[in-house]
């Protein structure tokens, strides 16, 4: 089964940049959804960008314009977040789905301050 783990998470002031990785084990890429999701404390886990039936990336209205998902023919996935607000603190996960199963990594905490 899928193995991921997230990296690049951090402390940052509003307006900065963070470059979050996701290395990917144990499986190829041919059949999984890939997609980050968000939690912040005391809130439900939200999709940031997921790739949707047809392939394509769908962001998150808050995140539109900010964050950027890439892949690389590889094993890793990322998410670069510009223009960062203090809404978008959480922790952060990488997931792979199939046929309704999900699995994630550890995720990474994001913290920005005002």
């Known amino acids: 089964q899928p193995q991921l783990v997230e990296s690049g998470g951090g402390s940052v002031q509003a307006g900065g940049s963070l470059r979050l990785s996701c290395t990917t084990s144990?499986?190829?890429?041919?059949?999984?959804?890939m997609g980050w999701f968000r939690q912040a404390p005391g809130k439900e886990r939200e999709g940031v960008a997921t790739?949707?039936?047809?392939?394509?990336i769908r962001y998150a209205e808050s995140v539109k314009g900010r964050f950027t998902a890439s892949q690389d023919n590889a094993n890793t996935l990322y998410l670069q977040m510009n223009s960062l607000k203090p809404e978008d603190t959480a922790r952060y996960f990488c997931?792979?789905?199939?046929?309704?199963?999900?699995?994630w990594g550890p995720g990474t905490q994001v913290t920005v301050s005002s």
């Open positions: 997931s792979a789905s199939r046929g309704g199963v999900y699995f």
């Open positions: 144990g499986y190829t890429y041919s059949g999984y959804c």
């Open positions: 790739r949707d039936s047809s392939g394509q």
